[in-house]
């Protein structure tokens, strides 16, 4: 009769490479490890089993992050490549759709400088937008009607502006 007794190896660690073996289904090195730690546990210590299954955890997840950067650094030099190809081999349908986006881009800068100094129009006159007072008076020039409005500063001079003939 043989013991063939499981022992239960780190949790955290088995957790690491559950992470490692989502990514590679076909292959899963969790079973290869829990033998081993098993085999290791009975003919040695216990804390030497640990030891050697953390050390050969931690030993995969760096292979395996160095692999995941080094294939996303090939693949995005494929992409530049090929987009290069592309660039070179339809000049004319590549210049007009870096021109649209340069357009795009830039009008869109614009309006967002635009955007930023109406939200900061407060803020510039007064110093805090909380305390800004914005009057809406009526304004006459050339016999037509017009309403202006402007920020509080001298109150006293633009309130006797505020009869209008007409």
Known sequence: MTDKKRFKSPGLAKKLLRLLSAYHE????????????????????RFKAEFWYWSN?????????????SWRFTMFRNHLKIA?????RHKLYSFINVSGLAIGLSICMIISLWVLRELSYDRWFCGNGDSCIHLHFPDCQ???????EQPAIRIGQKARILVCRQ
Do not use: A, P
Request: glycine content about 4%; proline content about 0%.
């Open 26 to 45: 076909k292959h899963s090195i969790i079973e290869d490890f829990e033998e081993t730690f098993s085999e290791i546990t009975r003919s040695e210590r």
């Open 57 to 69: 955890t931690i030993k995969s997840v760096l292979g395996y992050l160095k692999m995941i950067v």
């Open 84 to 88: 290069y190809r592309n660039f070179v």
């Open 142 to 148: 050339n016999g037509l009607r017009q309403t202006c």
